[in-house]
């Protein structure tokens, strides 16, 4: 096995020897064959005509799971209920179907790791913003109120990242789209640590959030793309990287920052007197020292997805640009890297998707492919989630959730080291060490939030509606009692209270 991959390799089914099993003597997922079984008979699986039932009788067809009139009866099925009918949307179905009986193997687990590693850098660099914030102010001078539009120029880019590469990646594909976000993001990271001003340190930091913003949106999608539908909860499983990207922001600054930092009484150099003890840059460079790591890791991510994981091209953009036979010669890959068999090829495709006039493969042109991403916001998909009055609150209180949860994450967590610097105007500053201390501890406890929460959408009774609802409300408690007494140790109470139910909120949120 070699040690780096081609990244942008082309495939054929060739390349996977022993892969392939015709469909009758494939091993379907067992929800299938249950549901087939049922079905065997029924007027919604045997042709209508009932001379062509007579005659599938005598001649002893199975229209079960295992043969090409049950695949098909299952994309129907599938097709009725998605509202869209074309052969890219037919053959993307069977594509799903052929996944989902290869089922989860070490491939989606590798990857599940490296889409965390996304979601890992996305809080990572959310909380790296927030951790540098006091020492922009000691060195560079603006004031706690001003020095918080870096925050506000950081979001710009994650805004602009997060909606470009969710475009693009169904344009230009979602392998370079997973490679590049990191890429952008690590070199900025690293290019942070060299600031010479406040406003540069700002413009790299936007910078670094063209590439971070397009973390989630790609990941996510990917992901999904290449999981079995019935794992679909591990998008939950998958939150769990977002506090570890808090924890590593928050124990790299407790151990660099307070360490390389001026004292907390001196002003910056650009606004004290001349001649009068200043906070320099030489005396400053613990943030510089937090940005470079968080850079570093950050490329070394990419190095991982880059050159030791060969990641596979979306079959479902391959087949959106034409090229249906790597398509397929994805689905043979992932079989092959799990070690399983699997039925799909080129004929299957065509004898439910239809053959192409003149032969030539179905191909979206861009401006589809671009029509197809906005047409998620139609008024047809978005129609029928307000079909009838309980799917209506229901939605609109999802919406809801997000928008609140949208501002107060950044008016908090954004903000929550100065918060806990300042212990009150009737009270001395808490110590540097003290306060990223206590930040870290705050990440650590915030863990086993997001593990919880993915288990608990399963239990009986509680699943996805109470675990967000009493989560919610837990979170905007201790949100409000952090408020109330300024102490430290008060405040690392409530806070890593807020952390813990914040992050069970966060799994299935997104999920």
């Not at 965390?116 to 790296?128: E, K, R, S, T, V």
């Not at 107060?408 to 540097?432: C, E, H, I, K, W």
């Not at 206590?438 to 288990?455: F, L, M």
Request: proline share 5%; hydrophobic share 40%.
């Amino acid at each position: 096995m070699p040690v780096f991959f081609n990244p942008f390799m082309k495939h054929d089914v060739s390349d996977f020897p022993d892969v392939y099993v015709p469909l009758e003597q494939a091993q379907r997922h067992p929800s299938v064959v249950t549901a087939q079984d049922e079905k065997v008979g029924t007027n919604d699986l045997l042709p209508s005509d009932s001379k062509e039932v007579e005659a599938g009788k005598k001649s002893g067809v199975n229209y079960g799971a295992t043969t090409l009139e049950g695949l098909r009866a299952e994309i129907e099925n599938d097709v009725a209920a998605s509202g869209h009918d074309s052969a890219y949307d037919r053959k993307s179905k069977v594509i799903n179907k052929a996944i989902q009986d290869i089922g989860m193997g070490p491939y989606q687990w590798k990857l599940f790791c490296l889409c965390g590693f996304g979601w890992l850098a996305d809080n990572m660099w959310l909380q790296g913003v927030a951790l540098t914030l006091p020492q922009l102010t000691s060195e560079f001078g603006p004031t706690s109120t001003e020095v918080r539009y870096t925050t506000c120029a950081t979001f710009i880019g994650l805004c602009i990242g997060a909606s470009f590469w969710g475009i693009a990646s169904d344009v230009i594909g979602r392998r370079l789209a997973f490679n590049m976000t990191l890429l952008i993001a690590g070199i900025f990271g690293l290019a942070v640590g060299g600031g010479n001003s406040w406003i540069g340190t700002c413009a790299l930091y936007s910078c670094l959030g063209l590439g971070v913003g397009g973390n989630l949106p790609v990941d996510g999608a990917l992901f999904l793309e290449f999981i079995p539908f019935e794992s679909g909860n591990l998008l939950t499983l998958l939150s769990i990287w977002w506090p570890v990207g808090q924890l590593i922001g928050s124990v790299v600054a407790w151990g660099l920052i307070p360490k390389y930092s001026c004292d907390s009484d001196l002003l910056s150099c650009n606004v004290s007197a001349p001649g009068e003890p200043c906070c320099h840059k030489s005396q400053s460079m613990g943030w510089r020292y937090f940005n470079i790591v968080l850079g570093a890791i950050t490329f070394m991510m990419f190095v991982c997805r880059f050159f030791f994981f060969h990641l596979y091209e979306s079959p479902k953009f391959l087949l959106s640009r034409g090229r249906q036979s790597e398509a397929v010669a994805t689905v043979h890959g992932i079989a092959y890297s799990n070690k399983r068999k699997t039925w799909l090829t080129e004929e299957v495709l065509n004898e439910i998707g239809g053959v192409p006039e003149g032969g030539s493969n179905e191909k979206l042109s861009r401006g589809e492919v671009v029509k197809r991403f906005f047409g998620k916001f139609s008024k047809e998909r978005i129609g029928p989630l307000f079909a009838t009055r309980k799917l209506g609150v229901m939605t609109a209180l999802i919406w809801f959730c997000w928008a609140t949860i949208g501002m107060g994450y950044p008016l908090y967590n954004a903000f929550l080291p100065q918060y806990l610097a300042n212990a009150g105007p009737d009270n001395p500053p808490t110590p540097v060490s003290v306060y990223y201390r206590n930040y870290a501890i705050t990440s650590i406890i915030g863990v086993p939030g997001s593990i919880i929460g993915a288990y608990t959408v399963d239990i009986k009774y509680i699943g996805r509606k109470y675990t967000i609802a009493v989560a919610t409300l837990l979170t905007g408690i201790w949100v409000f009692l952090f408020t109330v007494n300024p102490r430290p140790n008060y405040q690392l109470a409530m806070s890593s209270l807020e952390a813990f139910f914040q992050n069970i909120m966060y799994g299935v949120l997104y999920a």
